[in-house]
């Protein structure tokens, strides 16, 4: 069971001997990834974590999710980027996009923090009322402005309800283990802490309880998750780009884009997809869009976006190539009945599961895109489970960080991140911030 590399779409657009040139610098990029001597370095904790991982820590994971179901009915979960997407993708694609509307035995889960607007904040506020609430915040700088404004606002909220004292009993902390003002408000208030390592960046944590923890209150067996890390961790750790599906998959990705492909569109044909291609978007962005380098990536979801995005795939701009998520199984499957009368004329769909209709959509796609021009790389996925979810984490961080290499980025940093920021502190009048706030202030006015 693994993510499968597919690249026999591509023979209009490169040739294998085109690949396997790339072998010694995939070489390379392996070896600076696994000594440690590559850009970022300081930044590998997620490479072993599989093997690594803290068990004793995972055990209070485990512990907490079943607390937590125990004391909520929601769980609010408060992080941005990193510190969200991965545990959302989770429990969108193993459980259900659906997930708040199942009937289940546990937690609803809302995700805020990740935006500032009011409208969001207040709705999420008003499915809270008369329900029992529980709070994850998570921040590894345990400074970033979004989510610790959703914090002080559930944080407020709990202590109204449960009292100071009840409120601590339902939050949770996702941090770093010594630095950031929400580490030390939580050492003061005593909430329960969950540790982001060091070593582990905010995008490639989603393995860790930042991920973790959210991803078992909504019932997923995160030991399986876990597992599947582990498979990855060995199948993908030999350095022969032959040998290795994570690797064919960086060296492709780099060869298209030196050819002019800029862009990547992540696709897939099933919806509970989605916020998984959102987690390989920030991955992908915050990893390799730097020094004026990199992929775009960008992701849609079929058949919705051969609706919309489809007619400038097929015929627009030649900027993009696509990297289609063939799931092999659904998570559930739907058998289509002949009509006796045949009276929408659609009988030549029946008899046959749902699936397989699904399956002809994606060949239909691959082969007008390709013969529009638009490369294709297929991911094949075997099915859907949390084993399988963590092997294709492993893979993408992996692919991830190889990408950033082969393009002579630190895959690990995200400085551009800090230009909003600036400009926001300086705008809202953050103290330090003044000689900005004129400068700025001037720029708007002019
Ligand atoms: O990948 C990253 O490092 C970022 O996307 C972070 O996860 C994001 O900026 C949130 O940061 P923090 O967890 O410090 O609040």
């Known amino acids: 069971m693994a993510v499968t590399f597919n690249g026999n779409y591509l023979k209009d657009f490169m040739s294998e001997e085109e690949l396997w040139a790339l072998a010694p610098a995939v070489k390379a990029a392996h070896d600076a990834l696994h000594q440690k001597t590559g850009l970022g370095n300081d930044f590998l904790g997620w490479l072993d974590l599989p093997t690594n991982y803290d068990k004793e820590e995972f055990a209070r994971i485990q512990k907490a999710a079943e607390k937590i179901n125990t004391q909520a009915d929601v769980l609010i979960v408060i992080g941005i980027g990193g510190s969200y997407l991965g545990a959302r993708a989770a429990i969108e694609l193993l459980r259900s996009p659906f997930y708040n509307n199942l009937k289940k035995d546990t937690a609803d889960i809302y995700f805020v923090g990740n935006n500032v ?6 709705e999420v506020l008003s499915i809270c009322e008369g329900r029992d609430v529980a709070v994850n915040v998570i921040s590894k700088s345990g400074t970033t402005t979004e989510p610790a404004l959703a914090f002080r606002v559930f944080k407020n909220l709990l202590e109204k309800k449960y009292g100071e004292e009840g409120a601590k009993e339902r939050i949770y902390c996702t941090t770093d283990k010594a630095r950031g003002t929400l580490k030390e408000l939580a050492d ?4 329960e802490c969950f540790v982001i390592a060091d070593d582990v960046g905010g995008r490639y944590s989603v393995l860790t309880a930042v991920g973790l923890l959210p991803i078992a209150v909504a019932g997923c067996d995160i030991k399986a998750i876990m597992d599947g890390a582990k ?26 884009y030196q050819k002019g492909k800029g862009v990547e569109i992540m696709v897939s044909f099933d919806p509970c997809f989605g916020m998984m291609a959102e987690w390989y978007k920030q991955l992908f962005a915050e990893s390799e869009g730097k020094d004026n380098k990199g992929i775009y990536p960008s992701s849609a979801t079929f058949s919705t976006d051969l609706h919309s995005l489809g007619q400038f795939i097929q015929d627009g701009s030649r900027i993009m190539f696509e990297t289609f998520m063939d799931i092999k199984k659904p998570k559930q499957d739907f058998f289509i009945d002949a009509d006796p009368n045949n009276f929408d004329g659609l009988n030549f769909l029946s008899n046959q599961e749902m699936s397989k209709v699904n399956g002809k959509v994606m060949e239909a796609t691959i082969l007008a895109h390709t013969e529009g021009g638009v490369p294709s ?4 996925l075997p099915e859907i489970n949390e084993h399988e979810f963590g ?6 961080e992996k692919a991830c960080a190889i990408s950033g290499y082969l393009l002579g ?9 800090e230009s909003y920021k600036k400009n926001m502190f300086a705008l809202l009048g953050k103290p330090g911030y003044e000689a900005q706030k004129a400068e700025l202030e001037a720029r708007i006015s002019k």
């Open 377 to 380: 790389v297929v991911l094949e």
């Open 117 to 122: 607007s009011p409208s969001y904040l207040q």
């Open 188 to 191: 003061k208030n005593g909430y």
């Open 231 to 256: 498979e990855a961790e060995n199948a993908l750790s030999d350095s022969n780009i032959e040998q290795n599906d994570c690797y064919k998959y960086a060296a492709t990705r780099f060869a298209l």
């Open 409 to 417: 980025v630190n895959p690990f940093d995200q400085p551009g991140v």
């Open 391 to 396: 092997y294709m984490v492993y893979f993408f």
